[in-house]
T-cell receptor, first 108, second 114 residues
Framework: RKEVEQDPGPFNVPEGATVAFNCTYS??????FFWYRQDCRKEPKLLMS???SGNEDGRFTAQLNRASQYISLLIRDSKLSDSATYLC?????????FGTGTRLTIIP | GAVVSQHPSRVICKSGTSVKIECRSL??????MFWYRQFPKQSLMLMAT?????????EQGVEKDKFLINHASLTLSTLTVTSAHPEDSSFYIC??????????FGPGTRLLVL
């Protein structure tokens, strides 16, 4: 079983739609959780950290369920610029473990 | 925000040669840097953790004699791919931690071994 699992997609959604990504992780001792986005042939960039209480940053909402070892990301009112691969990332100690990513394409 | 640079951004080399990739933290001191590799359509895989002034810690399955890591200063870590082969062609990315929580990634080095 992979340490961090994501639906690879691709998700093709119309502009303005709401899209949700899910992620599960296997290491119950994981300490921190993040969503990164990676554009084609670029490095990953931090989108947001994820907390158990849930957190929101503009159109993006992230949620963590430690009991289920489940992380989610919701994107509202999607924009063309949201097209990217979204990486679920889990941290234990100093080590980051990446999911394989979910590819999102926003269609005009 | 914190900035991490990598050089070169792209390198093409012949099979059997060695390639050195530099990773620099530009506006902060990084006692620890990380080296990742990403093959097409796959996620980033941690290769090794580079510690300033001491030996790197390699992940299982990564050959330490093939991927030489040197972290000589608080702002520079280098990865040398020795005797590169076509299967080493990949996207190599470094990162450095700052503020204890997140890691900042360099722009990556695309290596093609012919």
């Amino acid at each position: 079983r992979k340490e961090v699992e994501q639906d690879p997609g691709p998700f093709n959604v119309p502009e303005g739609a709401t899209v949700a990504f899910n992620c599960t992780y296997s290491n119950s001792a994981s300490q921190s959780f993040f969503w990164y986005r990676q554009d084609c042939r670029k490095e990953p960039k931090l989108l947001m950290s994820v907390y158990s209480s849930g957190n929101e940053d503009g159109r993006f909402t992230a949620q963590l369920n430690r009991a289920s070892q489940y992380i989610s990301l919701l994107i509202r009112d999607s924009k063309l610029s949201d097209s990217a691969t979204y990486l679920c990332v889990v941290k234990w100690g100093e080590k980051l473990t990446f999911g394989t990513g979910t590819r999102l394409t926003i269609i005009p | 925000g914190a900035v991490v640079s990598q050089h070169p951004s792209r390198v093409i080399c012949k099979s059997g040669t060695s390639v050195k990739i530099e990773c620099r933290s530009l506006d902060f001191q990084a006692t620890t840097m990380f080296w990742y590799r990403q093959f097409p359509k796959q996620s980033l895989m941690l290769m090794a953790t580079s510690n300033e002034g001491s030996k790197a810690t390699y992940e299982q399955g990564v050959e330490k004699d093939k991927f030489l890591i040197n972290h000589a200063s608080l702002t520079l870590s280098t990865l040398t791919v020795t005797s590169a082969h076509p299967e080493d062609s990949s996207f190599y990315i470094c990162s450095a931690g700052w503020g204890g929580e997140t890691q900042y990634f360099g722009p990556g080095t695309r290596l093609l071994v012919l």
